[in-house]
Nanobody, 121 residues
Framework: QVQLVQSGGGSVQPGGSLRLSCAAS????????IGWFRQAPGKEREGISC????????YYADSVKGRFTISRDNAENTVSLQMNNLKPEDTAVYFC??????????????WGQGTQVTVSS
């Protein structure tokens, strides 16, 4: 079955860290750009990071720059998002998706199932 399977997420206090993973099943992830998106309650989905297939382009939204790190492990067919110094405003459902190009405004084509991240004291 062709799918993107997300793992990680959960609840953490402000200043804490979480790691999200996005694993491809049924296809090879290395040929695709992968983006991470999030959607907070009552807000539009926003792209926060992406990585091109050969890693020559990596993008971070200003809201997460310096705190989040995207990486890919082609041997494991996964892309991860390390999230440090989390803030309450990072609370959202996070999605990974394939993207045709990586940058501000890139759109997801094929989506993971989403995972909740809650930052609260």
């Amino acid at each position: 079955q062709v799918q993107l399977v997300q793992s990680g997420g959960g609840s953490v206090q402000p200043g804490g860290s979480l790691r999200l993973s996005c694993a491809a099943s049924g296809f090879v992830l290395v040929v695709y750009g992968i983006g991470w998106f999030r959607q907070a309650p009552g807000k539009e989905r926003e792209g926060i990071s992406c990585i091109s297939p050969n890693e020559d382009t990596i993008y971070y939204a200003d809201s997460v720059k310096g705190r989040f790190t995207i990486s890919r492990d082609n041997a494991e067919n996964t892309v991860s998002l390390q999230m440090n110094n989390l803030k309450p405003e990072d609370t959202a459902v996070y999605f990974c998706a394939t993207v045709q190009w990586c940058g501000n405004g890139s759109r997801g084509d094929f989506w993971g199932q989403g995972t909740q991240v809650t930052v609260s004291s």
